[in-house]
């Protein structure tokens, strides 16, 4: 096994990645993976990154949204410093022995290997992740981490661990794009790449991942009580007792839900609490 390389520090010389693509994958998880990259070489006019795509076999992927990816197959992918698994559904039915062996050839060279989505499943599967921190999407960690107890299963957006990089979905997929801009070609750059798409995200990875979205319209009472609706899902605590542990009165927090976020905190908790629909849990817990 080759030494890993460090991508994450000041480099010119463009960074050879393989954007490796499987089926039924989300459009937005591929773009940002891709659309980043694309947006730092124009830039730089000159490459910042030059990616190929990956497929799991000799036959086109297939997106969500019926667009198709072509690319080198694989077992034909001679070498990169970095590989972007970009997965989503059906992830049993990809993490197939040739899938899982031709990961683990490509990591052992020395590359660094980052998940988007459902790529984290998959590199844990090859066991690429053990001991290190990585992250899933939200609605998969409990069982990420129970499936995977050699990985250091975190709630935060994306992870960087050594050279291993995961992220929870497709927006913080362009934060972790936006943070290897940032380590190679400075936070200047990054910052104008981020413009280019009208993004004012975080390229910070311990930020953690939210079920709700639009943080911003939330007060700090509102936001305190949703972090405490979200980890009591499978027990929710009354109304009561969040306004008790807050220092304030059921009635001022049915309030501040009504005006800043047009609804009530047990709605909240039932959309927080929306079972994962059938045919999404990626792989079985069970071996």
């Known amino acids: 096994m080759k030494s890993a390389k460090n991508i994450l520090q000041p480099e010119h010389r463009a960074l050879k ?47 969500t949204s019926a667009l198709t990816v072509q690319g080198t197959p694989l077992a034909r992918l001679q070498g990169c410093d970095l590989m972007i698994v970009v997965a989503g559904f059906q992830l049993a039915r990809h993490a197939t022995p040739s899938l899982l062996a031709g990961l683990r050839r490509i990591a052992a060279s020395g590359a660094t290997m980052a998940g988007i989505d459902g790529g984290p499943w998959l590199l844990a599967e090859a066991g690429l992740l053990d001991g290190h921190a990585a992250t899933t999407h939200w609605e998969d960690l409990g069982n990420f981490a129970a499936r995977f107890p050699e990985v250091d299963v975190r709630p935060d957006r994306f992870t960087v661990s050594a050279n291993r990089l995961t992220s929870g ?25 981020s413009g280019l798409f009208l993004y004012e995200g975080t390229s910070e990875p311990s930020k ?14 509102t936001a305190k009580a949703n972090a405490l609706m979200e980890s009591a899902l499978d027990d929710p605590l009354p109304l009561a007792q969040i ?14 839900f009504r005006l800043r976020l047009n609804t009530t905190p047990q709605i909240t908790t039932c959309n927080c609490a929306w079972p994962r629909p059938a045919g999404l849990s990626p792989i079985p817990t069970s071996p």
């Open 208 to 221: 953690p991942q939210s079920r709700t979205g639009a943080p911003h319209r939330h007060t700090a009472l």
């Open 243 to 256: 306004a008790d542990t807050l220092g304030t009165s059921p009635r001022t927090l049915q309030q501040q």
């Open 169 to 193: 979905g497709a927006v913080p997929a362009i934060d972790m794009m936006l943070h290897i801009i940032a380590a190679r070609h400075g936070a200047g750059f990054a910052a104008r790449v």
């Open 17 to 63: 990645t393989a954007v490796l693509v499987l089926d039924e994958c989300n459009t937005l998880s591929f773009a940002a993976a891709v659309d980043p990259m694309r947006a730092a070489n124009r830039l730089a006019d000159r490459p910042a990154f030059d990616w190929d795509y990956v497929t799991a076999t000799t036959e086109p992927a297939m997106l």
